[in-house]
């Protein structure tokens, strides 16, 4: 059942209003990266424009979170109507001093004739209706998702903001700690520290986050967990050898089989996807140390809400296929002389056997994924709250999930940089017991890939 509570309580979204109460025009791309994230605006008269609604009509019957965020969004405001029996384009009152109205009106072809811009379009139809505020002297503000609104709106003289749903509050997780050499010693011999021996750095440090303790030219990797100090957990998954310390960090949380939620992120060529996939392999496929059942390989296809894939041949793992060549990279780059057609045989040998599966998020739902391991790839292309949710409500027993993103490499319209599930996860989920984070930051695929990355 889908969840209609309008009086839940969540994070209240404050807004840069101190002195001025706006008008909050509403786009389509915000509703449907977060309809619940609306009705916690603060001090706001909140207007959502008439075609927004038509919008959300379009898409409320995609069986996806796309639809399913317009069906949450409409049966809101319809719940809002008849408890207050009043009409919606009349303001209706909400929490945290706000009121929420649909505009009828306030489409202008003059005003947006001015800026060169036609009805037609159903973005210029909601810039129209901020315009038509903007002209009887309101204080207006819009907020968008979609980077081409928020330009255009701007160039018109519109106050343009992201839309947020969530903002980007993660902190280094990783601490230089400067100690002396009979405390690192100490570290070594008995493989832990108390939080009182680096009690004048315990308020910046949070569960799982990362420690480098040094002393001149000793030092020294380690976690802190349950109030101590751990040295990192040694491992060569699948023959894989850590290249940096944040890979170190990255393969100590993914071979953890207490976290079963870990986020990594970087730029391309960190080293994110051979990470994670060589802690999977070693995990699943190597006899006599496989924990888990299966590997589940999560990655949007876009567009990432409609999935749309049909127009590829083939049943379902045919059409998604070619999205997951660089499982075949992985192996060759992890293995000794294995060429890609030994890797792909090796893919197909697992995909007959059930051990490796290539899993679309439109089909999740009413799934229950029990005794795997999860990689969900490009997961700053994914909506958060909605999809995020999905995904983890999805998890069952002895399962753990592997989120990997860049979030510098949005290609969701309804995505940013802030907000996104793998920045959403890393913002909900920091300082838990079960959840770890890392972020990459040397470049390792090659000479060339890094200096592409830093120069274009």
């Known amino acids: 059942m889908e969840d209609n509570n309008i009086n839940k309580k969540s994070n209240v979204i404050k807004l840069s209003n101190k002195h001025k109460r706006y008008k909050i025009i509403i786009d389509t791309s915000s509703i449907l990266a977060n309809p619940e994230a ?42 809002l109507r008849t408890k207050n029996n009043v009409n919606l384009s009349e303001k209706i009152k909400i929490d945290n001093n706000s009121t929420i109205t649909i505009a009828i009106n306030g489409l ?31 204080d207006v503000k819009l907020l968008s998702l979609d980077t081409n609104m928020l330009v255009k709106s701007s160039a018109v003289g519109i106050v343009s903001e992201e839309f947020p749903t969530e903002k980007n509050i993660v902190t280094d997780n990783i601490h230089n700690i400067e100690t002396t050499k009979n405390i690192i010693d100490l570290f070594f011999e008995q493989k832990y520290l108390s939080i009182d021996d680096i009690k004048n750095y315990h308020d910046n440090i949070v569960e799982n986050d990362f420690i480098i303790l040094k002393n001149d030219k000793q030092s020294a990797l380690a976690r802190f967990n349950n109030d101590k100090i751990h040295p990192l957990i040694k491992s060569n998954p699948w023959g894989l050898s850590p290249r940096s310390k944040e890979q170190s960090f990255a393969l100590d949380l993914l071979m953890d089989h207490s976290i079963p939620l870990v986020a990594i992120s970087g730029n391309a ?17 190597e006899t006599g140390s496989a924990i888990y059942d299966r590997l589940i390989i999560i990655r949007p296809l876009y567009s990432v809400g409609g999935q749309e894939i049909g127009f590829l041949p083939g049943d379902i793992s045919d059409k998604i296929g070619p999205w997951f060549e660089s499982i075949t990279d992985t192996l060759v780059a992890l293995g000794n002389k294995v060429t890609h057609s030994h890797a792909a045989k090796s893919i197909d040998l697992w995909l007959a056997q059930g051990k490796l599966v290539f899993q679309p998020i439109t089909y999740l739902r009413g799934r229950s994924l029990q005794e795997s391991l999860i990689i969900v790839d490009e997961s700053q292309n994914l909506e958060a709250p909605l999809t995020l949710k999905t995904i983890l409500t999805r998890v069952g027993n002895n399962s753990k999930v592997i989120m990997l993103g860049d979030t510098s490499q949005i290609d969701n319209s309804y995505t940013s940089q802030n907000n996104n599930a793998l920045s959403f996860a890393i913002n909900k989920f920091k300082g838990d017991t079960k959840f770890g984070y890392v972020n990459l930051v040397k470049g390792e695929r090659s000479e060339l890939a890094d200096l592409a990355a830093k120069i274009l």
């Open 108 to 138: 202008s072809q003059t005003l947006l004739s001015k800026h060169g811009l036609s009805l037609e379009k159903h973005d210029n139809r909601i810039i129209s209706v901020a315009l038509s505020f903007l002209e009887q002297g309101e």
């Open 38 to 79: 609306v009705f916690e605006i603060e001090n706001s008269d909140i207007i959502i424009p008439l075609t927004v609604i038509e919008e959300l009509d379009s898409k409320k019957k995609l069986h996806n979170e796309l639809g399913r965020a317009a069906r949450y969004f409409i049966r809101t405001l319809d719940t």
């Open 269 to 285: 060529g960190t080293g994110k996807t051979i990470t994670a996939l060589a802690a999977a392999l070693q995990q699943v496929f």
